[in-house]
């Protein structure tokens, strides 16, 4: 089998490339354990390295998500399994909505109609985000049947995405699965475009020994999933039967709903005795603003009911990420 | 003002243009009514003849609604009002994916780019569907909360731009305003491709003296409204202010629930001693499982709080049809 992972040299698509390889075989549409050959990711620009338990054992290919041509190359062969990540992040689309609509949205489409080129009918599992929700009358926990009012351009491309996924699976051009992700933490390196980037800095500079400024007030609820249920939900995703989703083939992840005040003290309370930079606050109002717009809280009964991996405490999170990226 | 109505020559937007015509203004995004200058009716398929009301009225561009170079030509000015009615429906998208992706979708952001570019934001007014709703889960009555799990493509593609426009108009790129119509009746001429074509069918058809079969069985509820109150509704809605409507820009249009078995017999009631055609039944599986997707009855409470003309009973729609294109 071979997987193709757009955005594949983001956090999410390395960290999922590495487990597939310590894994060595993936589900897919022929229903049984398949051997892994290839693993290509795909992505917009070369990153300057790759891990080192990825080095050798995957192919870069850099390229623009919209040239089908290329797509139809790369998305290619007898069993194919493809994790389609790559987006333009929510403050980059709020920005540059001509960027956001040509990556998001068209270079979603190209990517679907390649895979719908293929032979025998795929699974493809893509991202989508909590920011499908949005609007005026969000309720204060959002679920698997709340409808979809985004407020960010981003956050319109991921449900435009969720209706196309749908529509193509229903057609039989491919087997697709979404997942609606929410703040997923924390993200080590530098940071991206992400609005809810400060959900991942307020661990990491401080852990880094750096000072950290808050963008936003201690408030606001954020719903988050750690890096490494990410992973495995995807996987598992991509492996649940064709009939486990039905027709509506986006479901909520799991989520725990946290404070921004309650992020500061975890991170306090699992640094313990550890030097760390000091967190302040200067609240910026056009994040502040993107961040209001989304659920503080949201229910995955579906994805409980699909067995879903879900973390219980923010603590957990952080000391997997000091354990992972600190400590190694 | 310049009005451009695109699916200018089917059978609403002809009315529309009458319409317009009739009363000689049209409040837009000035927020006052304006002198209508010009009526652009552009369409893919020249019409053999217009209605004679129109004759030397309008002006009848013939293209693809892709076209963006054409677009910008016809959608320019000081003033223009824009309403959005092209399509492939829904039988007919359900027969060519690739072409219903291209009008509707594909189409509709050609348009959408076209209208951002004017110097100052238009009011746009474009026709969704209640094929928005289906989907596994669809209560009994859809309501404008309820979320959209469109199970066609014809339905996939109006829920995508529903929420395309409401993103462009939270960039204050247009002032774009969504009509959600269920099935309109009764459509005069030949049929289309529409699979609800027969809630027009089973009227025109023996009114004309011509027997008909209808492809669904005596069940099967759809929600209707008469092609007068569609008209007035969508003139209503791009007169609205801007805030009326706020983030989320489509609203349902009012209709009523009706049951095939009870068209059947208001057609015999208001046809009265006319000799009319009869009515048989002959089941066309597609064209039921396409109706079954959709919900038997819509709330429309967004419509009616802002004042929406809607009709109240069956029987004065058929006499309306007969009053406009049989009896004339």
Redesign the interface.
Known sequence: MKVVITGGTGFIGLLLAQRLIERGSLTGASGRAEAIDKIVLFDVMRPPSLPAPLEGRVEVVIGDVTDAALLGRLVSGESVAVFHLASVVSAGAEQD?DLA?KVNLHGG?ALFEATRALPRPARLVFTSSIAAF????LPEIVTD???????T?YG?TK??LE??V??YT??GFFDGRGARLPTVVVRPGKPNAAASGFASGVFREPLSGIDYVLPVGPDISMPLLGYRRVVEGLIHLHELPREAL???RTINFPSIAVKVGEMVESLKRVAGNRKIGAVSSAPNPAIEAICRTWPGRAAAERAKALGFPADTNIDSIVRAYIEDYVDR
Chains 1, 2 share one sequence.
């Open positions: 909505f609509l489409l949005g609007g005026d009358k049947e709340t409808k979809p009012t985004p407020k351009t319109m449900v435009v209706l196309l749908a529509d229903r057609k039905g027709h509506d």
